[in-house]
């Protein structure tokens, strides 16, 4: 079982201070987060993508690479990336070259964005979300398989006997997980392809995940891929603990009452009930998220968002000291009643074990003359040749 | 059992608005009972749903009661609506039960709209409010609307207006034993698929990669 955290990355003002921090502090504090993540004892830690204010959430391959060179074994992920609005050859590109840089420590969530502007910044059509999703990822699965690929599609340009490089590394591409919260396509999607679900499960009653992992893990099933209950499942979740339970209740509630996402509405006593958010003791933190396999099944990824609402870094890091304290019950709770059957995530080592051992995937390709010429020049060489 | 549910927007307890509702649901079970049909009649009361309504609007997704309500106004034959006159439309809190609605829930779905007003000059709200809000709701909104301005209580004329009002809605209703779709009424094959059924029956992922590279 993996256990670890996800960042959206907002800049947020502290509502009991009324202090916002500056986009360099959050950025800074994201990576402090993500190390003393490692150090607690979490096996992923997963950034957002976002190309708009609040968010400092823009270039994840550059703030994972960053992070990734000052960590050890923590994985490195994404929750998510714009699969809608970013060109596969670039995703294809930036994932196999950190795949490298960190030793395979790397995987990836597919999502299509919270927002309905960033398609427009990218040229594209929010109304095209899922098909966006579902060309994009097409290419983008074959560019990381296919050592020469030719392609024709709708939302971008042809690709004629195009090699993506890096190749991924030992031959093995990163596994992908793809986050969806009400869209049976993304299901069937990471279904057929024998692929990740992540359910971001916060912000919503238990019954939207119920309805996509169940659909997920049929179609799994249907296209092949093994029994239901081996499916790879990830699930989000929030809480806010102290060793006191009312001094939990009490501490969040500003942060809670003003955050972007749900402030202004339901009481937080509404909203632990109706959604996965957990304020109170670790030990009511423990057995809410055991809780989750009660509809989700036996899954294989639990990713936290700690690091919103305005909490100042300070507090991130306690939450972060807490739950490295109760994570050896939290394995242990998992690992109960789990059946041998039901795999783990598939990680780099795994997926090249069960490959049969690392390949050379580099395209070797003849050394070309162009370097120090103008691409024009060549161009007009070849064609008077 | 033929089901019939009463929307009412009214804000004071009792209000002219529920005064009216509750005619109306009386004189359409009235009107299936002539012709042989049980009706159960389920009341609606937006006032009591008015913090998880505005929850809704806030989270995206429904407290348990809205969610019943909801529940039962997709499982109904007909609909009588009611809203009293803010601002010479609907009120607020009408329009945002009918905001959260699930897109397609009431396709085909025959709905009676009825308003309540200190004065009849606005008597045409509900031809210039509702009936448009209906009709881009694809519902089937029945030739009689019922008006009634506080002085029209105890007017004979509403008596009339209701049973004709009533009797359309009757009219609309199948009550021929023949289940026409999902929510019983003729123009039911047409509806929308609903995101239960998206579901049950997901499209097949080698026809969502055709449907997404065709031009």
Redesign the interface.
């Known amino acids: 079982m993996q256990i670890g955290i996800f960042s959206v990355g907002d800049v947020t003002t502290d509502p009991t201070t009324g202090r916002t921090p500056s986009e360099h502090e959050r950025i800074k504090a994201t990576v402090a987060i993500a190390k003393k993540a490692e150090e607690v004892g979490l096996d992923v830690f997963a950034t957002g993508e976002h190309h708009n204010p609040p968010f400092i959430a823009t270039n994840p391959t550059a703030t994972l690479a960053y992070i990734g060179a000052q960590t050890e074994r923590i994985i490195l992920s994404t929750a998510t990336t714009l699969i809608t609005t970013t060109d596969p050859v670039l995703i294809a590109e930036d994932y196999a070259k950190i795949q490298h840089l960190l030793d395979g420590r790397v995987d990836l969530m597919m999502g299509r964005g919270n927002t309905g502007p960033v398609y427009p910044w990218f040229g594209k059509d929010i109304r095209q979300g899922?098909?966006?999703a579902?060309?994009n990822y097409?290419l983008l699965h074959r560019l990381w398989r296919e050592d020469v690929v030719d392609w024709k599609?709708?939302?971008r340009t042809p690709l004629q006997g195009y090699t993506s490089t890096p190749r991924p590394l030992d031959g093995m591409p990163p596994f992908v997980w793809h986050g969806s919260i009400?869209s049976?396509?993304i299901?069937?999607?990471a279904?057929?392809y024998g692929d990740g679900f992540f359910h971001n499960h916060i912000?919503?009653?238990a019954s939207?995940t119920k309805?996509m992992v169940?659909?997920y893990r049929r179609?799994f099933e249907h296209?092949g891929h093994g029994p239901a209950d081996s499916a790879i499942v990830g699930l989000g979740g929030q809480f806010f603990m102290r060793t006191n339970s009312q001094d939990a209740v009490n501490e969040f509630r500003p942060y809670f009452d003003n955050a972007p996402?749900?402030?202004?509405?339901?009481s937080l006593e509404?909203?632990t009930t109706?959604t996965p958010l957990t304020v109170g003791s670790p030990q009511q933190v423990l057995e809410r998220t055991l809780s989750f396999r009660d509809y989700a099944g036996d899954y294989q990824r639990q990713l936290f968002l700690l690091d919103h609402a305005g909490l100042p870094l300070k507090t991130v890091l306690e939450q972060l000291d807490l739950l490295g304290e109760i994570l050896p019950d939290m394995r242990k709770g998992f690992a109960e009643g789990r059946p041998a059957h039901i795999p783990e995530a598939p990680t780099h080592g795994s997926l090249v074990a069960a490959n049969g051992g690392p390949t050379d995937s580099t395209v070797y390709a003849a050394a070309d003359d162009a370097t120090g010429h103008r691409a024009e020049d060549t161009q007009d060489a070849q064609v008077s040749a | 059992m033929t089901s019939v549910v009463v929307v009412s927007a009214g804000l004071s307890s009792p209000s002219s608005t529920r005064l009216l509702a509750d005619r109306l649901a009386a004189a359409t079970t009235e009107a299936l009972g002539d012709v042989e049909v049980e009706v159960e009649v389920t009341g609606i009361e937006l006032r009591d749903l008015a913090h998880q309504l505005t929850d809704h609007l806030l989270t995206g997704f429904a407290g348990p009661e809205l969610a019943r309500a909801i529940e039962q106004v997709r499982e109904a034959d007909g609909l009588i609506v009611v809203t009293p006159v803010f601002s010479a439309s609907y009120s607020g809190l009408f329009k945002t039960f009918f905001d959260v609605l699930e897109a397609g829930l009431l396709d085909g779905k025959p709905v009676l709209v009825a308003a309540t007003a200190g004065t009849a000059r606005h008597s045409l709200v509900l031809e210039h409010a509702l009936r448009p809000l209906f009709a881009y709701l694809h519902a089937v909104v029945v030739p009689t609307g019922v008006f009634a301005a506080t002085d029209d209580f105890g007017d004979a004329g509403l008596d009339v207006r209701i049973t004709r009002a009533a009797r359309e809605l009757a009219n609309a209703i199948p009550t021929d034993g023949v289940d026409a779709g999902r929510s019983g009424t003729t123009a039911a094959p047409l509806a929308r698929r609903t995101v239960a059924e998206a579901f049950d029956d997901p499209t097949p992922f080698e026809l969502l990669l055709k449907q997404a590279s065709a031009a």
């Open positions: 899922i098909n966006l579902i060309e097409g599609g709708r939302f009400r049976p396509e299901a069937e999607q279904a057929y912000f919503w009653p939207h309805q169940e659909l179609r296209y996402v749900y402030g202004h509405g339901p509404d909203f109706q």
